[in-house]
C-alpha cells in the first residue's frame, strides 16, 4: 500500500499471516486525538511498518512512525515544531490466554472479535511519543520570571500596646 490510505479495521491473523507491510504517507489530519491542542494539522505522517508471526506464533507488528507536530511552546508560547518518532513493536492478540504467552516487557493489543482499529492503535503509539512539554531550545520566557523592580524595605510600625507594656513591669 501506498496510496496514502490506512485500513481502518484489519484482521492481525491474516495480514501477519501475509507478512503485510505497509510504507504509506498519511495527512496528519486524519489522527485527531494527537492534534489535541496542535496549532496546525499540516503535515503527513509517515508509516513504515511489517506484520509477521514470531516463534510463538503470535501476529506482531513491527517499524516506525514519524512525523512533525505544530504545538505551542511552554516559555514563549510561540508555535514550536515537535518531531515525533515512535518504534512500534506490539503484538496483536485474540484473547487473554495468548497474552499469558508474552513477558511483561513486551506490548499486546487486544483485538475486539479478531479485528483491531489500526488508525487508532497507531494514533495511541504517536502520543506516547509526545514530549510532555512542548519547548524551544532556546527561547525567552512570554512572562518574565523575576521582577527588575527592587522592593523598598518594610516600614516597622510601632506597637501600640508597647506602652502597656512597660506599666506592667511597675
Keep these: 500500500m501506498s496510496d496514502g490510505t490506512l485500513p481502518h479495521l484489519i484482521e492481525p491473523g491474516k495480514w ?18 494527537l492534534l489535541d491542542g496542535a496549532l496546525s494539522t499540516e503535515g503527513e505522517v509517515s508509516v513504515h511498518v511489517a506484520f509477521a508471526r514470531d516463534a510463538r506464533h503470535l501476529p506482531v507488528l513491527a ?9 505551542e511552546c511552554q516559555r514563549c508560547l510561540q508555535a514550536v515544531a515537535v518531531p515525533l518518532s515512535a518504534q512500534i513493536n506490539v503484538f496483536m492478540l485474540h484473547d487473554d490466554a495468548d497474552v499469558e504467552r508474552l513477558s511483561e516487557a513486551e506490548d499486546f493489543v487486544l483485538a475486539d472479535d479478531g479485528e483491531l482499529d489500526f488508525p487508532a492503535l497507531l494514533e495511541d503509539e504517536l502520543i506516547l511519543a509526545l514530549p510532555l512539554v512542548a519547548c524551544h531550545d532556546e527561547c525567552e520566557p512570554a512572562v518574565p520570571l523575576h521582577d527588575d523592580v527592587v522592593a523598598e524595605p518594610e516600614v516597622v510600625k510601632e506597637n501600640p500596646f508597647h506602652v502597656l507594656a512597660s506599666l506592667k513591669k511597675h
Aim: aromatic share 4%; glycine share 4%; proline share 4%.
Design 63 to 71: 517499524g516506525r512512525l514519524e512525523t512533525t507536530v505544530s504545538l
Design 16 to 33: 501477519a499471516d501475509r507478512a503485510a507491510v505497509l510504507d504509506v504517507a498519511v495527512p496528519l489530519a486524519r489522527f485527531s486525538r
